[in-house]
């Protein structure tokens, strides 16, 4: 955490999607009487980049080693009311890795959990996160957002592949009635 010149303290944070296939990463956490879904990520040490950070957060509570390039995803600054800061906040995606996805012995959340602290990692479709009470919203909006342009790739991609069939049949076709195909 640093201190503004108005004496404000700002807090600098980093989350990391992790993306597989249709799926993303979240922590399901439960804090006393509250349920909600976060993205794997944390505080940002003096003298580290962001990206520094982002990498070593997930060493540390996914156990993975982010490979290549983390995407950027959202960057935005607001405050939060839990810890009366101003957060600065950067979210990346991923979508290689090596090592098994799971809670670290070494995350500082090991050591904070208790039966009204809990937390678990959780693959989530991208279709359900609408329902779900995923924060920041702002992290919510941005993967919604990435969602809605997934999906509209993919039905590109799936009618395509309709269309390929139909067309590889009409060119078979041709070639078999000795028909030669020219450009138009």
């Known amino acids: 955490m640093a201190e503004g010149a108005d004496g404000v303290v700002v807090r600098q944070r980093v989350a990391v999607v992790l993306r597989a296939g249709d799926a993303v990463l979240l922590i399901h956490r439960w804090r006393d009487a509250e349920e909600y879904f ?44 839990r810890h009366g800061v101003v957060q ?35 693959w989530v479709d991208l279709a359900s996160l609408a329902a779900l009470d995923l924060q920041p919203v702002e992290v919510k909006n941005a993967l919604l957002a990435l969602a809605s342009q997934t999906g509209r790739v993919r039905e590109r991609r799936n009618s395509n592949r309709q269309a390929e069939p139909a067309l590889l049949d009409l060119r078979s076709a041709f070639r078999h009635e000795g028909h030669t195909q020219r450009r138009i």
């Open 38 to 81: 976060v993205v794997p990520g944390g505080g940002v040490e003096p003298g580290e980049t962001v990206e520094e950070a982002a990498r070593r957060e997930m060493r540390e509570e996914a156990s993975v080693e982010i490979l290549g390039e983390l995407l950027p995803l959202i960057s935005f600054e607001g405050v939060d009311e």
């Open 88 to 122: 600065r906040f950067v979210a990346f995606t991923a979508e290689a890795w090596s090592g098994d996805v799971e809670m670290s012995d070494a995350a500082p959340e090991a050591s904070t959990a208790s039966a009204s602290n809990r937390y678990q990692l959780e």
